[in-house]
């Protein structure tokens, strides 16, 4: 009995073998993904998103060539793995690398894109699909598809948008795309309580470990916690990351504050090129290519009918909620031009991982389909996904040049938050102005109106909340400025101390 124990242990079943064999594929693919886009880095039509996608349909192609057609797939899609482990890091260093002052700038402009637009997308391709779906034949679908159908294409994917759009060269086009991506329904308070327990224990005495740990743990923790109570887990982690950045960087050791920016860093970037891979290869299934195999002609119709839908409405909100935004600003800086919201348009149209994880969970069990109608709904996503990041990620950078060059003196201007975790060129807008210079707010005088509210709200609100920040916020939970120096290695305490 021993024995056969003992040579259990040594044994490996075949669904095992199968697995490692399968992971050990996909490693190599992100080690090449990685290798690869370093070299196309110059390229400015590529980024790592489009090649991973590229490396992940050839292996697909490899895999069905080599098997007959019987086997297509590495791994499985699955909707949870997704949602649970690799959109956090995502998400979560999006919010810890954003610029703040940028992103709150236009954060009425991004509400307005991300709560009304969104909806009046929703609308437009919902009542489309229901009207022209039935022209085709594709199965049987409920009303509640419908509906999920235009929620799954009518939201930004805010994974795309952290590819194709660089924040420290167009970041107003870069918070208004994203921003919209991850606006919904909560907000976090595990950012402060991070901060409030790094304040007050200050581990980096004894352990840069248990600093760089728990700022994980518990940013991980806001993501779950959303989860568990049914709230949004994107916008709760995004703002956790705003919070942590703001507060909780600050409240570390040095050495703790590089180890957490880069590995943060690290983890989103590992896991964008782990997404669209997966997505890549996972759209030659056969299975569910073989389910509407008989009526190509249907499968290319709904395609086009729904990326048609996404095109329109995109269009019915950029330009006219662009128009109502332009007209409670008045100053010409502060407006969106017309390229700049052909930019916007453009840059909202790609769909990726998101929406292929939203279908799979809405007509798919466990990743499988034999219903004609569902199996459609998933290759047609496949389908747009792989169309518009493919065609509209490629664009994107060359339209940004051509409608919106970068400044020439961009190069040469410094980050106005030189100790923010992301730091290293300052931020402008489409005219070259910084919003952030914090001489602003002493050359002005402070509002002290209704008035000034109304035709200011944006630059009232900031000062109300940094006046409340200095005096209530960084006290209790640090900050920058609010965390006295303590020396955490013997080189640090014998250095001299600047008076």
Request: aromatic share 12%; charged share 15%.
């Amino acid at each position: 009995m021993g024995l056969n124990s003992l040579a259990g242990l040594g044994m490996r079943s075949t669904s095992d073998q199968v697995s490692i064999d399968a992971i050990t594929l996909f490693v190599a693919l992100l080690c090449a993904c990685i290798v690869i886009g370093h070299l196309l880095e110059e390229y400015r039509w590529m980024n790592e998103s489009i090649t991973a996608l590229f490396i992940g349909l050839c292996t697909g192609i490899v895999l069905l060539l080599t098997t007959g057609g019987k086997i297509s797939l590495i791994l499985l899609f699955n909707e949870e793995l997704f949602f649970i482990y690799l959109l956090p890091p995502i998400i979560f260093n999006a919010g810890f690398q954003v610029k703040k002052k940028q992103f709150f700038r236009n954060f009425m402009t991004i509400i307005l894109f991300g709560a009304i637009g969104t909806l009046i997308s929703f609308g437009i391709i919902s009542l489309g699909a229901i009207q022209l779906f039935k022209k085709l034949d594709i199965g049987f679908l409920e009303i509640g598809d419908y509906l999920a159908i235009g929620a799954i294409f009518s939201a930004t994917d805010s994974v795309c948008t952290l590819q194709v759009l660089n924040q420290d060269e167009t970041p107003l086009l870069y918070s208004l795309v994203f921003g919209e991506g991850v606006v919904n329904d909560a907000t976090s308070v595990i950012g402060l309580l991070s901060a409030y327990i790094m304040k007050k224990l200050y581990f980096g005495r004894h352990s840069t470990d248990r600093e760089v740990a728990l700022m994980i743990v518990m940013a991980y923790l806001s993501y779950i916690m959303a989860e568990l109570f049914y709230l949004s887990g994107i916008l709760t982690v995004f703002f956790c990351g705003i919070v942590m950045s703001h507060y909780t960087w600050h409240n570390v050791t040095e050495s703790s504050r590089v180890t957490t920016k880069h590995t943060f860093a690290t983890l989103s970037f590992v896991s964008e090129i782990f997404i669209f891979l997966y997505v890549g290869i996972d759209a030659l299934d056969i299975e569910k290519w073989r389910v509407v195999s008989n009526s190509p002609g249907t499968s290319i119709g709904v395609s086009s009918i729904l990326l048609g839908l996404v095109l329109i409405g995109r269009a019915a909100f950029v330009f006219p909620l662009s128009f109502l935004s332009n007209l409670t600003k008045k100053s010409e800086s502060d407006k969106i031009g017309f390229k700049q919201q052909i930019t916007i348009w453009w840059a909202g149209l790609m769909r990726g991982a998101v929406s292929v994880a939203l279908a799979y969970n809405q007509f798919t069990m466990s990743g499988h389909t034999q219903l004609r109608g569902n199996a459609i709904m998933i290759t047609s996503t496949i389908t747009i996904v792989l169309f518009s990041t493919l065609v509209f990620g490629l664009m994107t950078k060359p339209l940004i040049s051509f409608l919106l060059p970068p400044p020439k003196y961009f190069s040469s201007m410094m980050s106005s938050e030189p100790s923010s975790p992301k730091s290293f060129s300052m931020p402008l807008l489409a005219n070259g102005q910084d919003p952030d210079i914090e001489g602003d707010s002493h050359n002005t005088p402070p509002p002290t109106n209704l008035r000034m509210l109304w035709t200011t709200p944006t630059h009232t609100v900031h000062h109300y909340w940094r006046k409340f920040d200095n005096a209530y916020m960084r006290p209790v939970f640090g900050g920058r400025g609010f965390v006295p120096y303590v020396a955490t290695s013997l080189t640090e305490r014998n250095a001299p101390q600047l008076q």
